[in-house]
């Protein structure tokens, strides 16, 4: 028997240290609480009971009086009793947070006629059968989104960020089975979000049989550690969850090469963060020993693996910079696809040169860089000549730092073209957007690519005054839809024109 002093919200028991803890099953601990005036339980107290799973919370209201039996024993102080416990989600509405039902004031004689076994049985019975139920596909992580709108934030841009990050969860694998989102000037230090919110996250995660938290931003050690004591779940930022879509795409062994180096290096700072401050809180008697020791090898074997990646990222580089070479000899000009994720730069590759690239409506299907040959009529004398164009990775808003310096390789593909067609997603409403991520990055590439046509695709799902706008605000772009193949006889004609000038350009 464990007893705790204070309210059950003061005395919760971290998820992970209870003794079960799993969205089918109830914790195993019944809980009696003791209140001084006669009301029903506190919200609060409910709270605490369903984030722990409880068997059941019973709060015995007190007279403030009482006598003694002849013979010894209390007697009289107890008015009455409330028996509480978590009801099956069928029942419960998450929007009013009705996760519990609490009985109606009994009496002490009631109360102990209860069976609380049968009790507890049958409740677990129900969730059992509704977890069941609810599971789809058991390899698929059941994931709760959060999403958190800072200071200077634009509502819509906002709406849009956590809108992909969704799809992100969705591209990785993932179910989303809830959207939580919050607005704070800035993050906590500690849990990023508040108080009140971890509590509800925590709750959602419990009700839904969530498995993985992600958040919609980059989590400190510190940071992850707290949620994941007071949620019970994995929690996963947004680089991560992207480095593992990249890790299942990778198919090549220098794609691989590329995704692990950059997963290393996320993690080797963090490794290190958690060092210090664990060597921080102590520092003395007990803080020293084989969990730093161990800590420290661990991160001298990583950044011996980081070098050495490295080394063979390097190697990489200076095989495709002499490929490069040799095409630039051949004076065959080269142009590469640039794009958000998911633009339609593989069906375009495809649809322009019978290519057979995997493409596929979710984030990052292109890992690998691939070039095919393309007759484009000569813009002077419209004898035909051949250009080289090469599909890849597409970009994101905040596309994580390790992750480019990790795919320098095959990002130089891009950098190092004669030309570039930037395709753009018109259907997708956050286009604009989409093209100023874009830009960023390309303007924070190592080295300036060549002159750069756009492409609006999709045009077959655009509707509205869109197509007109964007017509009047690039003027000497191409509009096509490369799945119904529009327009793709105008786009060769300009990549004609296109391969000209950044030839005369060089
Ligand atoms: N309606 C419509 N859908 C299109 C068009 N072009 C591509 N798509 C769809 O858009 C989705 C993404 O296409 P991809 O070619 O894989 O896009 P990508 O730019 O290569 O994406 P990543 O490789 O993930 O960066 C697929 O579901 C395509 O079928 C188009 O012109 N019209
Ligand atoms: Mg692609």
Redesign the pocket.
């Known amino acids: 028997m464990r007893v705790g002093v204070g309210t059950p919200r003061q005395t919760q028991i971290p998820p992970l240290e209870l003794p079960r803890y799993s969205a089918e099953r109830l914790s195993g601990i019944r809980c009696i609480a003791t209140k001084l005036k006669p009301e029903s339980p506190k919200e609060s107290s409910l709270t605490a009971m369903v984030m722990q799973r409880l068997d059941a919370l019973v709060v015995l209201t007190l007279t403030g009086e009482g006598f003694q039996r002849r013979g010894g024993g209390a007697a009289g102080y107890v008015k009455e009793a409330y028996l509480a416990h978590l009801i099956p989600k069928q029942d419960t509405n998450v929007d009013d947070r009705r996760y519990w039902k609490v009985s109606p004031p009994l009496s002490l004689d009631v109360l102990t006629k209860q069976d609380f076994l049968e009790l507890v049985e049958g409740l677990e019975a129900e969730f059992e059968r509704e977890y069941v139920s609810q599971e789809v596909d058991a390899n698929q992580e059941r994931v709760l989104v959060v999403g958190m709108m800072t200071g200077e934030m634009e509502r819509a841009a906002f709406e849009d960020s956590v809108a992909e990050l969704e799809r992100l969860v969705g591209s990785a694998g993932g179910e989303v089975l809830q959207t939580l989102k919050q607005r704070r000037n800035h993050p906590h230090p500690q849990k990023v979000v508040g108080a009140g919110k971890v509590e509800e996250i925590a709750i959602a995660t419990q009700t839904l049989g969530a498995n993985l938290v992600v958040f919609d931003r980059d989590l400190t050690p510190s940071q992850v550690r707290n949620l994941e004591e007071l949620i019970g779940v994995r929690i996963l930022d947004r680089t991560e969850l992207i480095l593992d879509i990249f890790a299942q795409r990778a198919q090549s062994r220098a794609g691989k090469l590329q995704v692990e180096l950059a997963q290393l290096q996320y993690m080797l700072p963090r490794l290190i963060g958690r060092g210090k401050s664990m060597s921080r809180l102590g520092g003395g008697i007990g803080t020293r020993g084989p969990g730093e020791t161990k800590l420290e090898t661990e991160r001298r074997a990583i950044q011996r693996r980081i070098t050495r990646l490295q080394k063979e990222v390097n190697q990489l580089q200076a095989h495709r910079s002499r490929l490069r070479n040799q095409r630039q000899n051949r004076e065959v000009p080269t142009v590469s696809?640039v794009?958000?994720?998911?633009?339609?730069?593989?069906?375009?590759?495809?649809a322009l040169t019978n290519a057979e690239?995997?493409?596929?409506?979710?984030?990052?299907?292109?890992?690998d860089p691939t070039t095919r040959r393309l007759p484009v009529p000569d813009s002077t004398t419209s004898e035909p000549r051949t250009v080289l164009l090469t599909?890849t990775?597409?970009?994101i808003q905040e596309l994580p730092p390790s992750l480019i310096d990790a795919f320098r390789a095959t990002l130089e593909e891009v950098t190092e073209a004669d030309a570039l067609l930037h395709?753009v997603?018109l259907?997708h409403p956050a286009w604009e957007s989409h093209i100023r991520s874009v830009k960023n990055l390309l303007s924070e590439m190592p080295v300036m690519p060549g002159p750069m046509l756009t492409v609006f695709?999709?045009?077959?799902?655009v509707y509205g005054g869109t197509l007109a706008q964007a017509q009047a605000e690039f003027p000497s772009a191409v509009f096509?839809?490369?799945?119904?193949r529009?327009g793709l006889e105008t786009l060769r004609q300009k990549l004609g024109q296109l391969v000209r000038d950044a030839v005369v350009s060089l």
């Open positions: 696809l794009g958000y994720t998911n633009a339609g730069k593989s069906t375009l590759i495809n690239v995997y493409t596929a409506n979710q984030l990052f299907a292109t890992l599909d990775v597409g970009f395709v997603d259907s695709n999709k045009i077959d799902q096509v839809s490369a799945g119904d529009l």
